[in-house]
């Protein structure tokens, strides 16, 4: 394909920069969920940088700052591009197994996926070592719900970033056990999710039910107009039941959750082990799910 593949084709370049301690109190963003010179609450990290660096580094471009300063004084807030981009998560093994992948199913980098691409290449990697292994309908369908959820905006196709970020989550969930995953967590990220627990649950348990309804809860972007409600995946926060993030006839991934059989209860250890990749997923600046949860 004459592609050179890189682990910069991945990610890009990553370039800290320190923070001299005689700087201005009001010229400080902080880079996690929330930008506030005076009141900086993070819910993802508490890394902080000066915004002229984030605009030299082309995370903040134009007259975006404003906007960037007013999403991070929201609920969803604002991740920065450390927390934003999860194929950071991987290490350098697993980095190259997924490039090695991309390799050979012909995924061209940097470049959108429609939803023939995204299914082309759902059933190349099905065939992965068998050849005679192909999706089944019902996960041909899944695939496309993904699709779907990916593309909320319904343009047709998915941003690389995305895409990436999903294929990443995908093979964290693969090849880490449930302690490493939980071990990417923030402090903040694990408070909050013990909230939705306690919210939600009772006492010492919660409903299978309502993990599943918190798990779709990471995903609920605070509504910006009445009754409408945009998805996006950097909430990490419980939401009230009645959102009306609960239901939207734009699109099937907003649906009301069905009615589920409260026959399971689980204590806190089980709903963080089967909240943990998904309260991952929440993390990008995106208004793609990067791992839509079950139901």
Known sequence: MGVEWSLRSLTGPVILHPLPSS???????????????????????TRVFHDGCLRRMGYIQGDSAAEVTETAHTETGWSCHYCDNLNLLLTEEEMYSLTE??????????????????LRYRHQTAKRGNSDRALSEEQEEQAARQFAALDPEHRGHVEWPDFLSHESLLLLQQLRPQNSLLRLLTVKERERARATFLARGSGSTISEAECHRAQHSWFCKRPIEAPSCSVSVSHVGPIADSSPASSSSKSQDK?????????RFVDWPTFLQESVIYILA?????????????G
């Not at 010229?27 to 993802?44: H, K, R, Y």
């Not at 649906?255 to 026959?263: D, H, I, K, Q, W």
């Open 23 to 45: 700087a201005p109190p009001g010229s400080w963003m902080t880079t996690s969920l929330q930008i506030s010179a005076w009141s900086p609450e993070s819910l993802v990290c």
């Open 101 to 118: 992948t991309f390799q050979q199913c012909k995924v061209i980098p940097d470049c959108s996926l429609t939803l023939e691409d995204f």
């Open 255 to 263: 649906a009301p959750l069905p009615t589920e059989p409260e026959s």
């Open 282 to 294: 929440a993390r990008p600046n995106s208004l793609a799910i990067h791992l839509k949860p079950p």
